[in-house]
């Protein structure tokens, strides 16, 4: 019976007033209330739906009944179980019902996430490289009980396209992640072991130190290229980026406070003038390039929709990049082949044609296997 009820409630929310909506709700209503009506209750009309006031403003919808449905005898166990449809209705169905004390009755409220908001947050979660694949799964399946009857199935079957990229080997990410947000709100340093991935199948971290412990000041996440890492404030005074997935041991907020306070700039974070390539980075320089026309989007979706570009000629456009030269920068413009050319500064001109000196030089020599 419920289910019938949560059709309609969901047609009600999804078509609003028009003419035709309420004369099939309230037939659908009817149907409704006639089932409840106690067997014991000699009565040989049924129960009619009257009228149906729809309130957008205050998200209200006001049914009127005829008097046949309230004057029967109501027993406690009728009365239970229509109570027990709106909860349901609720639990099951994820129809925003609850009940207003003030107003004397069970009201539609707004959802707390729309569809589409729910469906960004999955995708989100979906596409992140430092969330292992279980891991992913089970935050997005509690996600999708935020939604309705209707919204779950496309929300749970939504991690197919995506699960089959390449993502962390650390299940801990997650957990690990969250103690760092601990020392952050509470001023606090932390210490963890930092490695690099290496060939050797017997041993494949190599950790930084000799394995010894950093002791840092954390003061942000960042999320770069789907990967996620902190920045924090070093022993040896300068800060620096640490991919999380490859931070183990990271402890519990130490007792000592962070340092740093001072030198930390929140601006240079979230407004940072020059790109950073994979958190590698360099000297800041603005360099000129210039690119063929077919490579405006990939340009954009690098440095955004305000970056200026300035046409040339018919198949060339100009622009000043302001980043921090480093390999990935360069391998950035040498994917472009003869599309990308890097005119100016001289220094970072001679940068780029050394980086394709070293590479063409490994593949000339021929005593290299």
């Known amino acids: 019976m419920y289910r019938i009820l949560a059709f309609i409630i969901a047609t009600l929310m999804a078509l609003g007033s028009s003419a035709q909506a309420t004369k099939n709700t309230k037939k659908r209503l009817g149907s409704y209330f006639d089932s409840y009506q106690n067997t014991a209750y000699n009565c040989k009309d049924k129960t009619k739906v009257e009228k149906l006031y729809f309130r957008s403003q205050h998200k209200e919808v006001e049914i009127v009944v005829s008097e046949i449905f309230l004057g029967q005898p109501f027993t406690n166990e009728l009365v239970k179980t229509i109570y027990n449809d709106i909860v349901r209705l609720h639990d099951d169905f994820g129809v925003p019902v609850v009940y207003d004390a003030k107003r004397w009755g069970y009201y539609i409220t707004e959802p707390e996430f729309k569809p589409y908001e729910l469906r960004l947050m999955v995708d989100s979660i979906q596409s992140s490289k430092f969330i292992t694949q279980t891991e992913a799964r089970t935050i997005s399946q509690k996600i999708a009980k935020l939604g309705d009857v209707y919204t779950r ?204 000196q070293r590479c063409s030089d490994m593949y000339n020599d021929e005593g290299e296997k």
């Open 153 to 356: 199935p496309t929300l749970t079957d939504r991690h197919a396209w995506v699960s089959d990229r390449v993502r962390s080997a650390n299940d801990d990410v997650v957990r690990e992640a969250d103690r760092i947000h601990s020392a952050i709100a509470n001023n606090r340093k932390i210490s963890f072991r930092y490695f690099h991935y290496t060939p050797n199948r017997a041993n494949p971290k190599k950790y930084s130190k000799n394995g010894d412990f950093y002791t840092v000041s954390p003061y942000a996440m960042l999320w770069d290229n789907g990967n996620y890492y902190l920045y924090a404030y070093t022993e040896k005074g300068v800060f620096r980026t640490f991919r999380i997935d490859r931070m183990e041991r990271i402890s519990n907020p130490l007792q000592e406070e962070r340092d740093g306070e001072k030198e930390f700039k929140a601006e240079a974070i979230t407004a940072k003038e020059y790109k950073v390539f994979q958190m590698f980075h360099g000297e800041q320089v603005k360099v000129r390039v210039r690119f063929s026309n077919r490579l405006a989007d990939a340009v954009i979706d690098q440095f955004g929709k305000n970056t200026i570009l300035v046409p040339e000629d018919d198949g060339h456009f100009i622009v000043l990049l302001p980043v921090e030269l480093s390999p990935p920068f360069f391998a950035w413009i040498a994917t472009f082949g003869r599309g990308a050319k890097i005119l100016s500064p001289a220094a970072a001109v001679d940068k780029m044609r050394d980086f394709i």
